[in-house]
């Protein structure tokens, strides 16, 4: 084990070089002329919206490839290279990042066969690789290393599904940083790849058929050559693949909704006899669910009759946890806002006939999963974890036992395990892999990370405060101990506030080191996640949607009035939907932030639902395509609310020039109107990384060296 006093001792340098560093980088600010930002041509686009005139000036942005938006990325490239350049303290931050990222670090193992299938990353590996070890004790061996796969580590292995006997896992990339996925299938004795590849797949949405001859899985319509970044995808149909025939032979199992502004996705029953059809209303965010009977017929696996309704209305959110052959059991938020689990007979699934077995209480249920004869429900207690456990008729077990305040996350199996796999993490401890014994109730170490650092140095606090309509938000505050609440302490405010999305404790390298040289961390859980359930949801969805902003905004004041940062010393970050967050406050609180950080940002919310899976948002947003809506977006959306020649506050847009979730183009044509719009002399630069794309399989050098402008680009104007 490696000392932490070694790892203190060599933070010593960073930290002088970050003090020395502060004089000239104030001045730097103080003398610093306008940049001179690359030309951005202001083209005549108007659009009409219900009689409502809005220009979009630079529309010709939305075109990644054109020769002109490329030598734009070039430009805008050397620019903000130039810039990070300049900042002394750059080096030493991004030295300091490669050694707390060398660490070995593990995901949440499955359990198929008798064999245990898991990622692990050495340290500063660009790819976790994937392993299998027989049994919780057995030896591990390298089953897909995707490294060598590229030469710059942008190969991902995104996601891996073991046949139910343990003998083959289906496996997926992602090149670039896409969300589309290749599926191929590797034989785990003798580590060779059999000849099948699906290629039309997103997201992931993958499961063995009971005899392990084929798969079932989420198929997208392929996109017009050269537009698979960018072009609109239609909803998936699930198909199903036999082994060792081609793609182009799949059969489809589930057709796609027919009504627009429907989806679908789907799971199957314990022994795969049974694919429950979820259908989702976009608009609403609430399903129907079907049952579909399956047999296997001619040689491959096939629908059997038509499926049958088990919830209909769109009137709830209800989910299948798990079912023993004869009943099902299911998480619902049907008059539980919170949410509660239910059994549902199949043959009389009318509501009426349903049997509540853990009722809706305080906390709102996060996740819940049937294994070895018990119901593990996950909830959150004001963003933080808690599990309790129940049997199949809903009587109360107790509790797991988790090693602290923080998030777990897991307890995935089948009905016949007598085991399961669950993660815990927290901001300054890394996530521990532990298992638990479903007969005795103990949990056991699986695996564990270790890093040269003391935890003991740093404290998080939770702390509420009041937003603007009166609503009491909490938030994590997260430092080291000798951090004194004097006004002075550069901080990093961190939200997303959108898609039910919890923010609960956990461990990230960038925050650590941002923890190490002074800084402060606070994360608040704004309306439109889902730490307090669906109410709290909804509250910041479509025309409530102001009321996130508000939140975060509420956040920074009570920062500043608590004396721990002031405006020029506070910085507000997000990505996507954050990315989103960050743009609306900065361009309604200019004078509120020292610098702002929007990544891989939300930012046309006129034009959002046009490309990719954009669509798939509305139930959140709204779209424009709608009056009131269209109203309600306008006046956040932050490339259409900036005031030319307001002062506004340093500013470092981040993107990818692959990005097919939020298309490159919303942060292109916000950065070019910021930089246009910008009446001070705080620098707005956009960093783009090309080959990668909005977040997930992005290369551990490459996060390295985001994380270490990120950090640079904030010592230099916050004065760290």
């Given at each position: ?400 036992v988790l090693p602290g305040l923080g998030s777990a996350a897991g307890f995935s ?215 009131q809506q269209f109203q309600a977006l306008r006046a956040y959306s932050p490339l ?81």
């Open positions: 084990m490696r000392d932490p006093r070694i790892a203190a001792m060599k933070l010593r340098p960073l930290l002088a070089l970050l003090a020395c560093t502060l004089g000239a980088a104030l001045a730097c600010q103080a003398a610093a002329p306008r940049f001179a930002y690359p030309d951005a041509a202001r083209s005549d686009v108007v659009d009409d919206y219900h009689g409502t005139s809005v220009a979009d000036p630079y529309r010709w942005l939305e075109d990644a490839d054109a020769p002109a938006t490329r030598a734009w990325i070039e430009a805008e490239n050397a620019l903000t290279f130039d810039y990070l350049e300049h900042v002394p303290a750059r080096d030493k931050i991004r030295a300091r990042l490669t050694e707390l990222w060398d660490f070995e670090r593990y995901e949440l193992p499955t359990e198929a066969g008798g064999r245990i299938f898991f990622r692990k990353n050495d340290g500063l590996q660009n790819q976790s690789v994937l392993y299998v070890a027989d049994g919780p004790t057995g030896a591990e061996r390298v089953l897909l290393d995707p490294n060598p796969l590229s030469a710059d580590g942008t190969v991902a292995l995104m996601s891996f599904v073991p046949s139910p006997d343990g003998k083959r896992v289906a496996y997926s990339l992602s090149d670039g940083g896409s969300d589309w996925r290749t599926w191929k299938v590797r034989d785990v004795d003798s580590g060779q790849d059999l000849t099948d590849v699906l290629t039309r797949n997103k997201f992931g949405g993958l499961d063995w058929a009971a005899d392990g001859a084929g798969l079932f899985y989420s198929r997208y319509d392929a996109p017009p050559p050269g537009s698979e970044l960018q072009a609109k995808n239609a909803p998936p149909d699930v198909c199903y693949h036999r082994l060792g025939t081609s793609e182009a032979a799949d059969v489809v199992i589930a057709r796609r909704p027919a009504q627009e502004g429907r989806s679908q996705s789907f799971a199957l029953s314990e022994d795969r006899t049974v694919l429950f059809q979820s259908v989702l209303d976009v608009a609403s965010r609430q399903n129907e669910l079907y049952r579909l009977p399956l047999e296997a017929r001619d040689g491959a696996w096939k629908a059997r009759g038509e499926p049958q309704p088990l919830v209909q209305g769109f009137d709830a959110r209800t989910f299948v946890v798990g079912d023993d052959g004869h009943v099902l059991w299911a998480q619902t938020d049907l008059a539980a806002e919170r949410g509660r689990i239910v059994a549902i007979d199949p043959g009389h699934p009318e509501r009426s006939a349903w049997k509540e077995l853990v009722p809706e209480c305080a906390e709102a249920i996060q996740g819940a999963d049937e294994v070895g004869g018990r119901l593990f429900v996950e909830y959150l207690k004001d963003a933080r974890s808690l599990v309790r456990l129940f049997d199949p008729a809903g009587t109360r077990l107790g509790e797991v199996g089948e009905h016949d395990d007598d085991a399961t796999f669950y993660s815990f993490t927290s901001f300054t401890r890394p996530a521990t892999i532990l298992r638990y014994d479903v007969n005795s109730g103990k949990s056991s170490v699986f695996r564990e990370s270790t890093l040269s650092y003391d935890p003991d140095a740093y404290v998080t606090e939770q702390v509420f405060y009041t937003s603007k309509d009166g609503t009491r938000v909490p938030m994590f505050v997260t430092h080291r101990r000798d951090v004194v609440r004097d006004g002075s302490n550069a901080t990093y405010l961190y939200g997303y506030g959108g898609f039910g999305v919890s923010l609960t404790p956990s461990f990230s390298v960038p925050n650590l080191v941002w923890l190490e040289m002074g800084g402060v961390l606070a994360i608040p859980n704004l309306r439109g996640g889902g730490e307090y359930g669906e109410a709290w949801h909804e509250a910041g969805t479509k025309l409530h949607k102001q009321n996130v902003f508000d939140d975060f905004i509420a956040a920074a004041e009570w920062l500043i009035a608590s004396d721990w940062t002031r405006t020029p010393k506070l910085a507000i970050g997000g990505g996507s939907n954050g990315g989103l967050l960050v743009g609306a406050c900065l361009t309604q609180r200019p004078d509120l932030f020292g610098a702002t950080l929007p990544a891989v940002g939300v930012m046309d919310m006129l034009r959002y639902h046009k490309f990719t899976i954009g669509w798939a948002w509305a139930g959140d947003y709204g779209t424009a395509d709608d009056a259409h609310n900036m005031q030319p020649g307001t002062h506004y506050p340093a500013t470092l847009v981040t993107t990818a020039d692959h990005d097919d979730r939020v298309v490159p183009a919303h942060s292109f044509k916000f950065a070019a109107a910021l930089q246009a719009a910008q009446g001070g002399a705080e620098p707005v630069l956009i960093r783009i990384e090309t080959r990668a794309g909005h977040g997930a399989g992005k290369p551990t050098a490459m996060q390295i060296e985001e994380a270490a402008d990120r950090w640079a680009f904030l010592v230099r104007e916050l004065g760290l």
